[in-house]
């Protein structure tokens, strides 16, 4: 069956414009994730999505950076006015709750 | 929010070496879970440990929880080239909230 899909797999942006990360979770799948890797670190939580439970945000490292889950399934991240340390690529997962978690491909993204 | 500590970030080991990796929390742990991310990917899921002083095998992986359930371990018997990645330990305080992620131990293993 299909899996995590993310888009797009790579995105070159200028500092300062805005971005929109897209995550198509596993049907079914009441949680999802997001998290940042950067090049050779562990990856840094962002934002959780369970079911209609208010979203826990406590991971995001900034008021550009927001994220909604549309219908409890699509979710798109997206960071305003990126900055070059925004660099990193971007993870969703998603999962049954308290279940393992299935990742996307990810994104790829790079801010010059 | 809370983060578990991995220990060690990098482990060398020549092949047919057996290498560990521990997760430590000082609050207890609803559950653990380990991934595995060779590089260049994402990470998968390997097994998942929920009740206190759980041991569990696959292969010549050994998973462990520990009794207070605030540690876990993973221990690979006879190292592989294939066994090559970063292994993560992931959890959460309390069930039905974010899982985290520690940072995780990366493996590279010399034939």
């Known amino acids: 069956g299909a899996g995590v899909s993310q888009s797009p797999s790579n995105k070159v942006t200028e500092k300062g414009k805005d971005v929109e990360l897209r995550c198509d979770p596993i049907s079914g799948h009441t949680a999802l994730y997001w998290y940042r890797q950067s090049l050779g670190q562990g990856l840094e939580f962002l934002i959780y999505f369970q079911g209609n439970s208010a979203p826990d945000k406590s991971g995001l490292p900034s008021d550009r950076f927001s994220a909604e889950r549309t219908g409890g399934s699509v979710s798109t991240l997206t960071i305003q006015r990126t900055q070059q340390e925004d660099s990193a690529v971007y993870l969703c997962?998603?999962?049954?709750?308290?279940?393992?978690?299935?990742f996307g491909p990810g994104t790829r993204l790079t801010v010059t | 929010g809370q983060q578990v500590m991995q220990i060690p970030q990098y482990q060398h080991v020549q092949e047919g070496e057996d290498f560990t990796t521990y997760c430590n929390s000082s609050t207890t742990l609803s559950n653990i879970q380990w991934y595995k991310q060779r590089p260049g990917g994402h990470p998968v899921f390997l097994i998942q440990?929920?009740?206190?002083?759980e041991v569990k095998k696959q292969k010549r992986l050994t998973f462990q929880f520990g009794e207070a359930k605030k540690n876990s371990s993973l221990h690979i018997t006879a190292t592989q080239t294939t066994d090559v990645g970063t292994y993560f330990c992931?959890?959460?305080?309390?069930?039905?909230?974010?899982?985290?992620f520690g940072k995780g131990t990366t493996l590279s293993v010399s034939s």
């Open positions: 440990l929920v009740k206190s002083g």
């Open positions: 997962a998603s999962s049954p709750p308290a279940n393992e978690q299935y």
């Open positions: 992931v959890s959460s305080h309390q069930a039905g909230t974010a899982l985290i």
